[in-house]
């Protein structure tokens, strides 16, 4: 292919010592360091980069920048890469995306032929019957879906994030941006600034000669002063409540999100460059402005041999320019300033080969050129609750009201020659400096300083105009064109909406799906507006836009995720458990034993000897103060007044609607300090939920809380022997069932460990002692008391065998026998409710629920046949009725090692769960069996004395 | 002049497109009369579906549907667009079973194809508990005579390759609950749909038409108050969401609801790689992808009441990072745009269908998160209810009543995320 390069340009900013080699749709070529994708291409005489969404149409260059919409490739395993933006690297391999069977023939192409039958929500309209057919309709429709490839094997690409506090943080680094940077920076703010691109310099990097000096001096003044920190090739992602600023840096593929509370931001996006609507304005060939100065100013490449310019305004007049000194013949310059409708439509088969102007004069030429006007950028302005206002003498939105810590600057608000673009920035970022230093002295006060604040004089500055310059509105052609080149959708596509009745700028959106592509609004979207205008006879401010929304450019979901951050639990025993055969469960957060083996076996061991567990996911609070009863009172169902020191009670926790949500232990340790365990998973919700109502309810209240779930491991001795076993290894405390009874508390030493909690309470049904212990000591204490109990049978036991255990005694376990809507009643704790408490949480509802009657019940159950066990969650249906309705369901169900037949617990409906009745459960194979109701929970030893010995 | 209305069909596109000529309007517009018999506040899926049925079951057509901004701009515009009936409770799944068959059958009784893709809903367990949960959920499904089962790890992995089923993630996948019918909808045309058949039959669309006030004399309902005058009327439906609380307010009526903002985001599009919906409960999201190639992505309720439509960017880092727990190998897509929408909350998460205190004032409110899959059963049954005075077996359970009787619907009991 033959070279479009140019020789040296003076601000070029390719290497032309540095090759890079590259791959092209599996063909070599070369560019320099410092190439976009789409330079180097384009240098080497590639026209054609991409194939439309739903025509299938060959596109090249627009814009030549990240927004460009025609210049999506796929770079290896990466989708939808900007390769207007994009930098050449070694070896990249680019393809094009969503091409069959090639880029140059592709055989969906035929759509453009059937074009005219494909109107804006055609597929509304067809494929409505055989409805037999809509599937396979379906999977076609599908295999046109627009964008690259995913690979599913891709390794995770999880990217570290960071957080910033700059005082100033500027949206764009061109003259305006740099600007407000420095001026910022000088009135004592630390700045940063945030440039899209892959330098500073806005529009004055490809400005040609003139613009020069003046950037040479602002990068020189920026690189010289430390308060400004400068990200290029990063993008300000949005802006939310109280300038919570989400930025992207781009390195290449690999992206990083920073999170920056910014005191003030200034938004100095400067504008966009806005596509003209005629026919062939899609064809390759067919540029912005911005795309010619790019290609010759940056990269040193020739975007044509013989061009027309079609130009509206100063960019046009600069492209003219370049391409003069670029040495591309200027065939015709149509001045639409003079008269709009000068341009017609581009000619050409799958390229520009000649533009038809008024009066059916065609010029042969390779590249057109048009310069119509702006679309402002407001997107980070309107996300801070701006509505832009239409300013019609400028063709353009225009920024509206702003809030106090959100600063517009530069091209963005008004026009004029670069001094007066700086002369702007430069008097925002002044002010956003004494605004964001205002605010950081204000945060300062409330912080207690041992040295006096930063102040700050407090006058504001007035920010001159920076008027709009005059535009003549420039939307569409007298020809039909793309209105959204992402979505193949022309000006005509919108009219018709509008004729079909989706006549309100969000309905024809969502119509034609105009702007609802990669580039969104930013391209097309004022066009679209415009279109839509003209057919609805409405004007361009009623009309209004669609909703900006974040992000103001696309994120990869690495760089939001970041890092993952969710943090897998460990018990200080877990090495021994892994050591010693445990298979392990995910139990929430937590990774623990589900069993050693033979869950039957532990369960044996323990009702005949002892048996450990590791039960340190427990959630464990400490609780002191004075009032610490008044708020267990409030917070459990049962009464708290009477816990004496020493006593241990056990309680329900209950939303405010009467659901059980957790429930535990408490233990009254000393006068003022109490121990309190939750369940494994509700270790987080309970210690929130205590200090939500101290915070919001009882300020007063002497109770300070502390999560102390990591801080002490802790372990279950349960079995007959547990005692004997506990004695041994017990100090300083009275182990003797007369001295400490079941449900109480102690602090002890245990193996010479000295603040040990021991709770005599059983969850297992038997003679048993929670020992709670520093963690740093917990695999000393769990080796010690398997020493001291090596001949007493002491055996480990995991989280199935307790399982088992807590079945055989009945005890339900919340978010398993329980679900969102069982209140107390329901769960047959009615006897821990006391209503004639003065207030708790849930109690007008269980008071309610007391005197209605409980809908459901939780009941023990038997299958009569003892040797099924029905599945958990076994429907229990009413057979008597003809089709069969569900009457309950099985919560919990188990082979009892210890009876030597199954048991259950189950939720039925009231009138069903009579101690004695017969149920029928449907098993989900579909055969039913009978099962027994109890009268109680409790399968195993209900009298408890077991447990009390 | 082309005709009203215009039959859309393969035929009748190619017929326009030959010929070039244009579509008549979808639906009309009209100027606002003094008097309707019914007048619906909210021009959303549920206001236009009621409209449909109306018309369409009952032959009452002097309605009129009353829309402050566009149709479809509110909940119905902003949903995931998911339809499934894979519910925990036994009324909750009959209700959305009638809501899949009328989905099925939508596109050729409106005459326009709302592309429902029934590509499967797989709801993935990541740990014993939720598994417990999916089967609890099948049981009562299979009883109900609805297409649901749990599946293995292995068939996860088959359905949907892009899923890691390896135990490398915090959260492995040990099964799922797998619903063959559901699928997404474009959900736009639902509304569009609903629209055209509506107007087609004789009801009034007045969009940018906002109610301001309801009259109410003793306890009866004789009017409403709107943007542009005065309307009377003996019959009140209230079909918005986000708002139904000010609306009911206007009415003198109490509604226990609470609006909290849902968070849902889209990717820039891909080939297609995922072909069912994958719901994750105990990751809060859930994620499908569109026949455009995007991945649509939504979360559980924002946990504090808000009227916001904006966007949090904790919200599209914690999605992200959830994704990729399941998805690894997406990390490099983009996110495009992200949004919220409103849920009416009520405290047992089952709607409020039904007659009020006040006469001739009825409700179809607090749909919550699930708004969008119900649309057309809550149509259907309201326009019953409606015409005939009696409240349907389906929505029995549903009524406002309920809150004072204790006879609390069941759903609660599900996974927090329910899509």
Known sequence: MT?????VQPGELIDRDDLVDFRWNGVEHGGFAGDTIASALAAGGVEVFSRSFKYRRPRGILTADFHDPNLFVQVGDEPNVRAGHRRLAPGMNVTAQGTWPSLEFDARAANRIVGRFLSPGFYYKTFISPASLRSTYQRILRRFGAGGKIDPATPPAHAGKRFAHPDVLVAGGGPAGMAAALAASHRGARVMLVEENHRLGGHLLYGGPDAAPPLAELCAQIEADDAIEVLTDSVVSGRYDHNWVGVVERHGGEEHLVKARAKCLVVAAGKIERPFVFAGNDLPGVMLSGAVSRL???????????????????????????????????????????????????????????????????????????????????????????????????????????????????GIVGDGPVESIVEHGRFVGFEAGRRALTTRAAWQRLTPRAEPSDEVAAESTDIPELPAAGHPELFAGPTDGFVDFSEDVKGSDVAMAVAEGYDSMELAKRYTTATMGPIQGKLGGVNAVAVHAAAAAATIEATGTTSWRPPY???????????DEDPVRYSPMHDWHVANGATPIVAGQWIRPDHYGDPSREVLNTRSNVGIIDASPLGKIDLRGRDVTKLLDFVYTNRWESLRVGAVRYGVMCAEDGVVFDDGVTARLEADRYYMTTTSGGAGRVWNWLDEWLQTSFPTWDVRTTAVTDGYAAMNVAGPRSRELLERVASEVDLSAESFAYMNGRVATVAGVTDCIILRIGFTGELSYEVHVPAGYGLHVWQSLLDAGSDLGIAPFGLEAQRIMRLEKGHFLVGQDTDGLTKAHTAGVGGLIKVDKADFSGKPELLWEGESGAPRRLVALQPVDGSVVPPEASQIVDSATEVSRTIGRVTSSRMSPTLGRSICLAIVDTPYGEGGATLTVRLPEGRDIAATVLDHHVHLDPEGERLRG | MARYPSRYSALSLLRKGATRSNWPRAWRHHELKSSYDVVIIGGGLHGLATAYYLARNHGITNVAVLEKAYIGGGGSGRNTAIVRSNYLTPEGSAFYDRSVQLYEGLTEDLNFNIMFEQRGHMTLAHNDASLRTMRWRAEVNKLGGIDSKVISPAEVKELAPAIDISDRPRYPIHGALWHPPGGIVRHDAVVWGYARGADARGAHIHQGTEVTGIDVAGDRVIGVQTSHGPVATPIVINCTAGWSTLIADMAGVQLPITTRPLQAAVTEPVQPFLDPVIVSGTLHVYVSQTARGELVFGASVDPYSS??????????????????????????????????????????????????PVDGFYVDVGWGTYGFKAGPVAGEQVAAMVATGAIPELIASFGLERFEEGALTAEKGAAAVGH
């Open chain 1, 3 to 7: 070279s479009h390069r140019l020789p």
């Open chain 1, 296 to 410: 010759i100013n940056l990269y040193s490449v020739a975007p044509g041999t013989r061009v027309v310019v079609a130009t509206a305004n100063e960019s046009g007049d600069a492209a003219i320019a370049d391409l003069e000194r670029a040495g591309v013949e200027v065939a015709e310059v149509a001045d639409l300033r003079r008269s709009s409708s000068q341009l017609v439509r581009a000619i050409g088969k799958g390229k520009l080969e000649a533009v038809e102007l008024s009066g059916g004069r065609k010029v042969e030429a390779d590249l057109l050129v048009t310069a119509v006007g702006w679309t402002t950028p407001t997107s980070l302005l309107n996300m801070a609750g701006d509505r832009p206002v239409y300013d019609p003498a400028a063709a353009r939105f225009l920024p509206g009201d702003l809030p106090q810590d959100v600063l517009a600057a530069g």
């Open chain 1, 553 to 563: 450019a696309p994120i990869t979901l690495g760089a939001l995720a970041g890092v």
């Open chain 2, 307 to 356: 009227y916001s439509s904006r966007g949090s960017l904790g919200f599209t880092e914690g999605l992200a990072g959830h994704v990729l727990e399941l998805m690894p190998g997406i990390s490099k897509m983009r996110l495009l745009r992200q949004w919220a929408g409103l849920c009416d909350m009520t405290p047992d998460f089952g709607p409020i269908i039904g007659p009020t």
